[in-house]
């Protein structure tokens, strides 16, 4: 679309809000009767001129009482908010002013019921469900009652025409008039049901993403506060089912307070970001050390690391600054690291490293011995559809964690890779650019 396209268009939604009202104000019944009024205002104002020029006076007098009627009607609904009297004195003016012009212009074979039937589905387009019935009824009742009088008594109608010039001219103009009010009513009413059919549509995406986001949520949650529940529960264990001496016992009140601080602390992380990310739906970025952020994750999970008699090496380069949010940063270590220790034999080794590559990248890699069993990983491992057969491993899947490892590794402009270790288990590559080289 060009930019002289975009400017009219933006005008024209101004004009037309000015006119009817925009849909932050008003209902769409309500900007429908503005709309109604607009055109039919205009509309007869031709009418007058004309039925003037063709010396129809009674229905130039008739026009003008719905001129009026319409402008009254108008002003009250878009000027004054009171759109009940507005559609009130609309309809009565319309039907009175019309039945007058009935009995003035040649009853049936005028143009006055065609005026009714627009009169009649304008009206119904603005009225509330429970009008619909109210307002049927009156229009029947009334071209009902007009035709049986005309019948009964044929000398109350009167037919000033001067000429057959003048009675299909009069047909023909008020065709269009009727035919632009319907028109202009109709296209209005399928315009804006599109609009509201799409903005429904997108309502429905927008929930079915907050439902995806939960959902995520809840993953989180309990992939990264199991390692330290099983941790606790451990140490409990220890007070129930040994007997250990005073020194052991303070060592693991120690152990157990420690590792409930950390547990608190995941806690209010993970919900802090996801309340922050949920309101904004972005991610806030900042100075970090990852070198610092990986040595807490690993303190975090020593404990499993022990429990399966683990060596969990840590090679850390210090100042390892990057751009990125700490409570994000930590989910992703947090999911590798409960990933290695989960698919690493009893007596195995997993190997965590953070430097600097290439001067402009910091790489993090954490890398295990793996089960000793063969497995092919494919890059599906990173897709949420895909996670479900890697191996014959007795603990099967990696779960929602890499795939939303992946996901916000990207949102802070990183990258995570892996590749399979020639004697078992697997290597993951985690790059930030560092803060020096942005």
Same mark, same amino acid.
């Given at each position: 679309?060009?930019?002289?396209?975009?400017?009219?268009? !933006?005008?024209?939604?101004?004009?037309?809000?000015?006119?009817?009202?925009?849909?932050?104000?008003?209902?769409?019944?309500?900007?429908?009767?503005?709309?109604?009024?607009?055109?039919?205002?205009?509309?007869?104002?031709?009418?007058?001129?004309?039925?003037?020029?063709?010396?129809?006076?009674?229905?130039? @007098?008739?026009?003008?009482?719905?001129?009026?009627? $319409?402008? $009254?009607?108008?002003?009250?609904?878009?000027?004054? +908010?009171?759109?009940?009297?507005?559609?009130?004195? $609309?309809?009565?003016?319309?039907? @009175?002013?019309?039945?007058?012009?009935?009995?003035?212009?040649?009853?049936?074979?005028?143009?006055?019921?065609?005026?009714?039937?627009?009169?009649?589905?304008?009206?119904?387009? @603005?009225?509330?469900?429970?009008?619909?019935?109210?307002?049927?009824?009156?229009?029947?009742?009334?071209?009902? #009652?007009?035709?049986?009088?005309?019948?009964?008594?044929?000398?109350?109608?009167?037919?000033?025409?001067?000429?057959?010039?003048?009675?299909?001219?009069?047909?023909?103009?008020?065709?269009?008039?009727?035919?632009?009010?319907?028109?202009?009513?109709?296209?209005?009413?399928?315009?804006?049901?599109?609009?509201?059919?799409? %903005?429904?549509?997108?309502?429905?995406?927008?929930?079915?993403?907050?439902?995806?986001?939960?959902?995520?949520?809840?993953?989180?949650?309990?992939?990264?506060?199991?390692?330290?529940? %099983?941790?606790? !529960?451990?140490?409990?264990?220890?007070?129930?089912?040994?007997?250990?001496?005073?020194?052991?016992?303070?060592?693991?009140?120690?152990?157990?307070?420690?590792?409930?601080?950390?547990?608190?602390?995941?806690?209010?992380?993970?919900?802090?970001?996801?309340?922050?990310?949920?309101?904004?739906?972005?991610?806030?970025?900042?100075?970090?050390?990852?070198?610092?952020?990986?040595?807490?994750?690993?303190?975090?999970?020593?404990?499993?690391?022990?429990?399966?008699?683990?060596?969990?090496?840590?090679?850390?380069?210090?100042?390892?600054?990057? +751009?990125?949010?700490?409570?994000?940063?930590?989910?992703?270590?947090?999911?590798?690291?409960?990933?290695?220790? !989960?698919?690493?034999?009893?007596?195995?080794?997993?190997?965590?490293?953070?430097?600097?590559?290439?001067?402009?990248?910091? $790489?993090?890699?954490? #890398?295990?011995?793996?089960?000793?069993?063969?497995?092919?990983?494919?890059?599906? @491992?990173?897709?949420?559809?895909?996670?479900?057969?890697?191996?014959?491993?007795?603990?099967?899947?990696?779960?929602?964690?890499?795939?939303?490892?992946?996901?916000?590794?990207?949102?802070?402009?990183?990258?995570?890779?892996?590749?399979?270790?020639?004697?078992?288990?697997?290597?993951?590559?985690?790059?930030?650019?560092?803060?020096?080289?942005?």
């Amino acid at each position: 679309m060009t930019f002289r396209k975009i400017f009219f268009l !933006k005008k024209f939604t101004q004009a037309r809000d000015l006119i009817i009202g925009s849909s932050v104000n008003f209902t769409l019944q309500i900007r429908i009767l503005h709309t109604f009024c607009f055109i039919a205002i205009n509309l007869a104002v031709l009418t007058i001129f004309f039925n003037f020029l063709a010396k129809l006076y009674y229905s130039a @007098i008739a026009s003008l009482a719905i001129f009026i009627g $319409l402008l $009254l009607s108008f002003f009250l609904s878009r000027l004054k +908010n009171k759109s009940t009297s507005g559609f009130v004195l $609309l309809i009565c003016t319309m039907n @009175i002013a019309l039945t007058f012009n009935y009995f003035f212009n040649a009853g049936i074979k005028g143009p006055t019921l065609l005026l009714l039937l627009a009169t009649y589905l304008g009206t119904v387009m @603005i009225t509330p469900n429970k009008g619909y019935f109210i307002i049927t009824v009156s229009n029947i009742t009334l071209v009902f #009652s007009l035709l049986t009088i005309e019948f009964l008594y044929p000398s109350l109608i009167k037919d000033t025409y001067t000429g057959a010039g003048t009675y299909f001219l009069d047909h023909l103009i008020t065709y269009i008039v009727v035919s632009m009010i319907i028109a202009t009513g109709v296209t209005f009413v399928i315009k804006n049901y599109q609009k509201e059919q799409l %903005a429904v549509n997108e309502q429905a995406r927008v929930l079915g993403m907050l439902n995806d986001e939960k959902a995520k949520l809840i993953s989180i949650l309990s992939h990264d506060l199991r390692a330290p529940l %099983a941790g606790i !529960k451990t140490y409990l264990g220890n007070f129930v089912n040994k007997d250990i001496s005073i020194n052991e016992r303070e060592e693991i009140e120690r152990a157990l307070l420690d590792l409930t601080n950390q547990t608190s602390q995941l806690l209010d992380d993970i919900l802090s970001w996801s309340s922050d990310y949920f309101k904004a739906k972005k991610v806030e970025m900042h100075t970090l050390d990852i070198g610092l952020s990986l040595a807490k994750s690993k303190e975090l999970f020593q404990h499993l690391a022990d429990q399966k008699q683990l060596s969990l090496d840590l090679q850390l380069e210090p100042n390892l600054e990057i +751009n990125g949010n700490e409570a994000l940063i930590q989910l992703i270590l947090r999911n590798l690291i409960h990933n290695a220790i !989960k698919f690493t034999s009893v007596g195995g080794s997993i190997s965590l490293n953070a430097y600097t590559e290439n001067t402009t990248t910091a $790489l993090v890699t954490i #890398s295990d011995s793996g089960t000793g069993t063969a497995i092919l990983l494919t890059e599906d @491992i990173f897709n949420s559809s895909g996670i479900s057969n890697l191996g014959t491993q007795s603990e099967q899947g990696f779960g929602l964690g890499l795939p939303l490892c992946k996901q916000y590794t990207e949102a802070q402009y990183g990258t995570l890779k892996f590749q399979q270790n020639e004697h078992g288990g697997a290597t993951f590559f985690l790059r930030f650019p560092l803060m020096n080289a942005v």
